[in-house]
């Protein structure tokens, strides 16, 4: 049925349970999951002269803790797939929308099936699904199973 499934995960805890059944489905159908996270760019909340202005060590100590935060949410993924039986490839993908990066890598790993939470970090968007959930359900070539 899936020979592959893709599951995103920011880390937060409505995303643990999206990452707790997909890997409860992979188990049971016997597919490998590729675990991704996504970290945006670097957009300071200032005003343009202050934007233009940043300090380029503010640039890298955000980078350095996207990466170490990516490394902790990929880590318990790792973690909870190999208790779970579950072959689990990692995939950090820096400076992405996740809304894209979700959708181009379904396809780049082979996922026959998305799983993602109905909401992410950002909160509550919009009344029934996040932003990000509801641009993957609307451009994804592969079925998207959205987990509350």
Do not use: N
Not at 83 to 90: H, I, N, R, S, Y
Not at 97 to 121: K, Q, T, Y
């Amino acid at each position: 049925m899936y020979d592959r499934i893709l599951i995103a995960t920011d880390g937060s805890e409505l995303a643990g349970k999206g990452l707790a059944h997909g890997l409860r489905l992979a188990a049971a159908l016997g597919a490998p999951v590729v675990a991704l996270t996504v970290t945006e760019p670097w957009m300071p909340a200032f005003d343009d002269a202050l934007a233009l202005t940043a300090d380029a060590g503010l640039r890298q100590e955000y980078r350095r803790g996207c990466a170490d935060a990516a490394q902790r949410i990929l880590g318990d993924a790792q973690a909870r797939a190999a208790a779970a039986g579950v072959a689990c490839e990692a995939v950090h993908v820096p400076d992405g929308w996740p809304s894209d990066v979700i959708v181009e890598a379904a396809v780049e790993h082979g996922a026959g099936l998305v799983v993602m939470a109905s909401h992410g970090r950002r909160g509550l968007g919009r009344a029934l699904l996040g932003s990000q959930t509801q641009a993957v359900l609307s451009h994804s070539s592969v079925p998207v199973l959205v987990v509350r």
